[in-house]
């Protein structure tokens, strides 16, 4: 048989599963099939394993990220929506949570509050408080977005 590579002879033992070429050191399995031989590059089979361990990684990845999400999610609701309960009437059961709208919400209320009543000190200090807190959420909603999408596109290929 010769170097699929470099085209020179290789020698292979009956016994063995792997060969190195002699002349450019390329790297073959051999499958010995009832008296045929056969070879295949050694890193064709190696991208198929780092590809397809790539793939289970990052089904695995989506799972935990989808779990920080729902975790989030919960923060939201707990250190946010709760607190505004008291000012808004917000059915967190049925609004969709994100950070996204959470922030924009909070800062469009800040700025009517501070607007319309500049006296009302104990709400606009309340919304400051929880857009501060917001944005952090935000800012790790995103990271867990840029996060998902990289390990979708591996899953889907």
Same mark, same amino acid.
């Given at each position: 048989?010769?170097?699929?590579?470099?085209?020179?002879?290789?020698?292979?033992?009956?016994?063995?599963?792997?060969?190195?070429?002699?002349?450019?050191?390329?790297?073959?399995?051999?499958?010995?099939?009832?008296?045929?031989?056969?070879?295949?590059?050694?890193?064709?089979?190696?991208?198929?394993?780092?590809?397809?361990?790539? $793939?289970?990684?990052?089904? /695995?990845?989506? &799972?935990? %990220?989808?779990?920080?999400?729902? #975790? @989030?999610? !919960?923060?939201? =609701?707990?250190?946010?929506?709760?607190?505004?309960?008291?000012?808004?009437?917000?059915?967190?059961?049925?609004?969709?949570?994100?950070?996204?709208?959470?922030?924009?919400?909070?800062?469009?209320?800040?700025?009517?509050?501070?607007?319309?009543?500049?006296?009302? $000190?104990?709400?606009?200090? /309340?919304?400051? &408080?929880? %857009?501060?807190?917001?944005?952090? #959420? @935000?800012? !790790?909603?995103? =990271?867990?977005?840029?996060?998902?999408?990289?390990?979708?596109?591996?899953?889907?290929?």
């Amino acid at each position: 048989m010769t170097c699929r590579n470099c085209g020179g002879k290789l020698s292979i033992d009956k016994e063995s599963d792997q060969v190195i070429c002699q002349y450019c050191g390329m790297e073959f399995l051999i499958t010995h099939n009832d008296g045929a031989i056969s070879i295949k590059v050694l890193s064709q089979g190696l991208e198929k394993i780092g590809v397809s361990t790539d $793939k289970t990684a990052s089904e /695995l990845a989506l &799972k935990r %990220l989808k779990g920080e999400k729902e #975790l @989030l999610q !919960k923060t939201i =609701e707990d250190t946010i929506v709760k607190p505004l309960g008291k000012y808004y009437d917000i059915n967190y059961k049925t609004y969709t949570l994100d950070a996204d709208r959470t922030f924009c919400f909070l800062k469009d209320e800040l700025q009517m509050e501070i607007d319309a009543f500049p006296k009302s $000190k104990e709400k606009i200090s /309340l919304l400051t &408080k929880l %857009l501060g807190i917001s944005a952090r #959420l @935000l800012e !790790k909603w995103n =990271e867990i977005n840029k996060e998902e999408e990289k390990h979708r596109r591996i899953v889907q290929g």
